[in-house]
């Protein structure tokens, strides 16, 4: 890797060309050597603004520093659990020291949340207790939803199913736009068993960077296919080791863990093809790679993306699989990924999602669901078998006026208390108080969910809406 930083330095100094990084170091020089250059800078501009200040890097830190040498007229927006680009050398510090560097900062905690329904953020404010930084909690000002749905499922093709049912069944029962809809994935190997169940389906779907046949393994496979002239599975075999596939190799970067995924991928294509049509040439196969994965080109439809894409971006509904132990946090060969940086990954995926949010895993195989699921209480309980249905429930939770009538007060106390509606009462217990209708304080304990504090804060209020029913 020295050897090649070198070579693409010199280069660039052969060539007279400069990268973004050099505009930086070189602009941050300029003011270091030409004190009259940042003299004009600082003359011209009085304040500044920078936004998502959680992704600063040293270089960008230093370049404003030298634009407002001794003056304290900056304001920063960041969200310190949103640091998602340590690996470009962003770092969480710039913002959470900017109190100790500008001792005269007004902090203001931007907490009201208009995209999420409550349920939502009760999940995201679970997580939030793990992420240290500046603590906040979101507040809704969005009405109730449904509950965050956590499910496994008995293996990976059985997640799939189940992900685009619940596609199907929120674009049909509640109007949800397919547009509206997210899968939002690790690394861009998962999407390929995506668009296939998606392009199977008939369902519109779109690749937010990354799609299949343009990653660099089977983009390569097919400009090289359109010259062979073997069988179809002889041909793919060829030309994935003449790549470098490795059904062994166990690399250090996600990109190779989606390059090796796809080009295995592209074997099981071509041996699946072959054995349908064992006379079909490579010209059938391509035409069938097309069709296959043909829906994406409409550019409209779901979106399949990872988590880094999907920061800033809202949808309605969001489906985040394979939440497994290796996935997230991700593991691959000798390279562990920070557990605080893709702890912060979940947090942004959760957070995308305004109304419906489903969180699922497979359960086959040696992979363990991932621990953050624990922290946000919708993990499988430990020691304990799982029911894996086939399929994702798209309404949760209970009806009924009674339940309405409760968790409306449950809104209002929270409010008043100034605490996320979870703290006052799981809709699970709310649910259950509705079905039991608890008569005084004895039948209300023995809910469960109602503990001693509660019952002393909370019972007089609830049985005097269960007495008006």
Same mark, same amino acid.
């Given at each position: 890797m020295l050897r090649v930083y070198e070579g693409y330095e010199r280069r660039k100094l052969s060539s007279g060309r400069i990268d973004f990084?050099?505009?930086?170091?070189? !602009? =941050?020089?300029?003011?270091?050597?030409?004190p009259a250059a940042v003299a004009q800078v600082r003359e011209r501009f009085h304040a500044f603004t920078v936004d998502e200040f959680q992704d600063v890097n040293p270089l960008q830190a230093a370049l404003l520093d030298r634009w407002l040498g001794e003056r304290d007229d900056v304001c920063v927006v960041g969200d310190d659990y949103q640091t998602i680009y340590t690996f470009t050398g962003a770092s969480?510090?710039?913002?959470?020291?900017?109190?100790?560097?500008?001792?005269?900062?007004?902090? =203001?905690r931007l907490e009201e949340n208009y995209r999420s329904t409550p349920q939502i953020l009760d999940v995201a404010n679970k997580l939030a207790n793990r992420l240290g930084g500046f603590r906040k909690t979101l507040r809704a000002t969005r009405p109730e939803g449904p509950e965050a749905v956590a499910r496994g499922a008995d293996d990976e093709q059985a997640e799939i199913a189940a992900v685009v049912?619940?596609?199907?069944?929120?674009? !049909?029962?509640?109007?949800?736009?397919?547009?509206?809809?997210?899968?939002?994935?690790?690394?861009? @190997?998962?999407?390929?068993?995506?668009?296939?169940?998606? @392009?199977?389906?008939?369902?519109?779907?779109? =690749?937010?960077?990354?799609?299949?046949?343009?990653?660099?393994?089977?983009? !390569?496979v097919v400009q090289r296919l359109r010259r062979e002239t073997r069988s179809?599975?002889?041909?793919?075999?060829?030309?994935?080791?003449?790549l470098g596939f490795d059904p062994e190799a166990r690399p250090d970067s996600d990109e190779e863990v989606t390059r090796q995924s796809d080009l295995g991928r592209m074997r099981a294509l071509a041996s699946?093809?072959?054995?349908?049509?064992?006379d079909a040439d490579i010209a059938a196969f391509l035409a069938e790679l097309a069709r296959r994965f043909s829906v994406e080109l409409s550019g409209r439809g779901v979106n399949l993306l990872t988590f880094h894409r999907a920061k800033g971006l809202e949808f309605d509904a969001v489906f985040l699989p394979r939440l497994l132990d290796g996935e997230l946090p991700f593991r691959s060969g000798r390279v562990k990924a920070d557990p605080d940086d893709e702890r912060r990954l979940l947090y942004v995926g959760i957070t995308r999602?305004?109304?419906?949010?489903?969180?699922? *895993?497979?359960?086959?195989g040696k992979a363990k669901p991932s621990a953050y699921l624990d922290e946000i209480e919708l993990g499988p309980p430990a020691g304990r078998s799982v029911t894996k249905p086939s399929s994702l429930p798209v309404r949760v939770g209970r009806g009924g006026q009674l339940f309405d009538r409760l968790k409306d007060w449950r809104r209002k106390r929270a409010r008043a208390d100034g605490v996320p509606p979870y703290v006052v009462f799981h809709d699970t217990?709310?649910?259950?108080?509705?079905?039991?209708?608890?008569?005084? *304080?004895?039948?209300?304990?023995?809910?469960?969910?109602?503990?001693?504090?509660?019952?002393?804060?909370y019972a007089d209020e609830v049985l005097a809406i269960l007495g008006a029913n």
């Open positions: 990084e050099d505009m930086l170091s070189l !602009a =941050v020089q300029l003011f270091d050597e030409y969480p510090s710039h913002l959470l020291a900017f109190p100790e560097r500008f001792p005269n900062a007004t902090v =203001v049912k619940a596609v199907r069944d929120l674009h !049909a029962g509640e109007h949800v736009p397919l547009e509206e809809m997210a899968v939002i994935y690790r690394i861009n @190997a998962r999407s390929e068993p995506f668009e296939r169940a998606f @392009a199977e389906a008939g369902i519109p779907y779109q =690749v937010r960077d990354g799609a299949f046949l343009r990653r660099p393994g089977p983009r !390569a179809v599975a002889e041909a793919v075999t060829r030309l994935t080791d003449a699946e093809f072959e054995g349908d049509q064992p999602a305004r109304r419906f949010l489903f969180l699922t *895993w497979p359960s086959d217990t709310l649910a259950e108080i509705a079905e039991q209708r608890p008569g005084d *304080w004895a039948d209300l304990a023995a809910i469960s969910g109602v503990g001693p504090a509660k019952l002393e804060r």
